[in-house]
């Protein structure tokens, strides 16, 4: 009888409990954090008039134009974004380039035998495999890299790079892996649109074609967000918009030669166009140097380790012996050839023509913020930040990236 009398006590004591105490709330879900580069894509393009989508998010997020590293490429720039590092730390120094290490390559975007060697990123450590060894699931479609099993690990979830793929296709691509079950959903993605530096190069950045190619990476854009409301994830995923660089229109004018020295056998030419990279032959170093080293307009010329502190770039192994930058809008041609009538970028990184796109938008992001001094090594600890995961040690500055989120 006392045994079934303290039994009725206890129940009584713990409906009281239950009572008093608040029921426990579930926890909150994890973000997804949707990394999305528009190649070439300058801050000023939000301001013509075509872009309802980005520019409604820039307005309700935080915004602000973005400093590329040097050299103000597609490969070095992205690579910095998600590893945090200048070009000079990790590697990826051009589009084009060559290592002592790797004999007989030469790297080039259109080689898919380089771009899957993980040699040439193992420099750095982007953050999807960071995010990987954390536990969490990653998906990228698409983003230099990604390709490769950078230290030994790839994406959960990636396909290799595709440009015939329209704008729409690749958001439905990403939107069908968010179909997956809660629990496999990629944590972090990547989402990558070239278009508007296709229409850069090709026709200039102030020409009709650049705002009909920013006006198309708009609507698909829309329909990212569109799907993401169908889903129920609109609340839960953060965007950051970015782009690698600007860019800078052309003239056939606006052209430098080689010398006869440079352009002869007696040097190596690596690579040309707003940037030229130049290893001397063997026996010929002197009279290769004495010709790019001496002034010449529109151009300035360094030995490898000796380019300006500010650009922090030219002390890698894969910067060739003699490195030149042509003044923004200049081109480096062959003596028969001529510049184009379009849009090139590479130049310096603190030109106005060469900053970059960035939006962030989403939970625990500062609503209405205008970001000041931000560069794109500052993105990857942002990065670290959201994803709720320790990141490698960068070269960026921890306090800009935590000006874009609520304090």
């Known amino acids: 009888m006392f045994a079934r009398l303290m039994a009725v006590v206890a129940a009584l004591t713990l409906s009281a409990c239950a009572a008093l105490s608040p029921p426990m709330s579930a926890p909150e879900p994890r973000p997804l954090v949707l990394l999305v580069s528009i190649d070439g894509f300058r801050p000023d393009y939000l301001d013509r008039g075509v872009t309802p989508t980005l520019s409604r998010l820039a307005a309700e997020g935080a915004t602000g134009p973005m400093q590329p590293s040097f050299p103000s490429k597609t490969f070095p720039n992205h690579y910095t974004l998600v590893t945090g590092l200048r070009p000079d730390h990790h590697g990826i120094v051009n589009n084009t380039m060559e290592d002592p290490a790797i004999p007989g390559v030469t790297f080039r975007l259109s080689d898919k035998a380089a771009v899957t060697d993980r040699r040439w ?37 990636w396909l290799p790079f595709d440009q015939t793929m329209t704008g729409d296709a690749r958001v439905d691509q990403f939107l069908a892996w968010l179909d997956d079950p809660a629990a496999a959903r990629p944590d972090f993605g990547t989402l990558y649109f070239d278009i508007v530096d296709t229409a850069g190069h090709r026709s200039g950045p102030d020409s009709p074609e650049v705002d009909a190619a920013v006006a198309s990476v708009d609507a698909s ?65 002197a009279a290769v140097r004495a010709e790019l080293l001496a002034p010449h307009d529109h151009m300035q010329c360094w030995e490898r380790g000796h380019l300006p502190p500010r650009l922090a770039f030219g002390t890698h192994r894969r910067v060739p012996a003699i490195f030149c930058l042509a003044e923004t809008g200049w081109e480096i041609v062959w003596p028969d050839q001529k510049g184009w009538s379009g849009g090139d970028h590479g130049y310096d990184n603190a030109a106005p023509e060469m900053q970059a796109l960035f939006i962030a938008h989403g939970p625990g992001v500062a609503r209405g913020a205008r970001i000041e001094g ?31 989120l609520v304090p």
């Open 121 to 157: 990123w193992d420099d750095g450590e982007p953050v999807w495999v960071t995010a990987e060894n954390a536990g969490l699931h990653t998906a990228t479609l698409f983003w230099p890299g990604s390709e490769a099993d950078i230290h030994g690990v790839r994406p959960e979830r």
């Open 221 to 285: 854009m829309a329909r990212l967000l569109a799907g993401l409301r169908a889903r129920g994830l609109a609340d839960q995923v953060v965007l950051v918009v970015v782009a690698d660089h600007g860019m800078a229109a052309t003239a056939p004018e606006r052209s430098i030669p080689l010398g006869p020295v440079t352009a002869s056998d007696a040097a190596h030419v690596v690579f040309a166009g707003a940037i030229l990279g130049v290893d001397p032959v063997p026996g010929h170093e």
């Open 374 to 404: 931000l560069r794109n090594v500052d993105v990857h600890a942002l990065l670290g930040r959201l994803l709720g995961i320790a990141v490698p040690a960068d070269d960026g500055d921890p306090r800009l990236a935590a000006t874009v």
